[in-house]
């Protein structure tokens, strides 16, 4: 079973940056794909960005694509998310999450493991 945890969130200025790490536990092979969520207050889950475990092809939620990064890493078993020129809006719970056994078009969805999230708060 995959087991995901999520880090390097916190308060940030508006136009500053983060990057959000999510560390992976359990099996993840070429077979699989990984990708970020978020949830503001009120709002549902959304998309943010999606990659292949293996090849990298990679996906983005028209909102963040050209600020926002997402990027693994195989011998640390990390995904990361680079959040660039942030702005209030941004303002979530983020979650990573972990599609298993569809390949790397499963950086679409749907998943099947998610972390526990981790806060980035945007201050205008």
């Known amino acids: 079973q995959v087991q995901l945890v999520e880090s390097g969130g916190g308060l940030v200025q508006a136009g500053g940056s983060l990057r959000l790490l999510c560390a992976v536990s359990?099996?993840?092979?070429?077979?699989?794909?990984m990708g970020w969520f978020r949830q503001a207050p009120g709002k549902e889950r959304e998309f943010v960005a999606g990659?292949?475990?293996?090849?990298?092809?990679?996906d983005y939620n028209g909102s963040v694509k050209g600020r926002f990064t997402i990027s693994r890493d195989h011998a640390k078993k990390t995904l990361y998310l680079q959040m660039n020129s942030l702005k209030p809006e941004d303002t979530a719970v983020y979650y990573c999450?972990?599609?298993?056994?569809?390949?790397?078009?499963?950086?679409?969805?749907?998943?099947?493991?998610w972390g526990q999230g981790t806060q980035v708060t945007v201050s205008s």
């Open positions: 999450a972990a599609s298993v056994g569809r390949g790397p078009l499963g950086r679409r969805g749907p998943y099947d493991y």
């Open positions: 359990g099996p993840i092979s070429s077979n699989d794909a």
């Open positions: 990659i292949g475990w293996i090849g990298g092809m990679t």
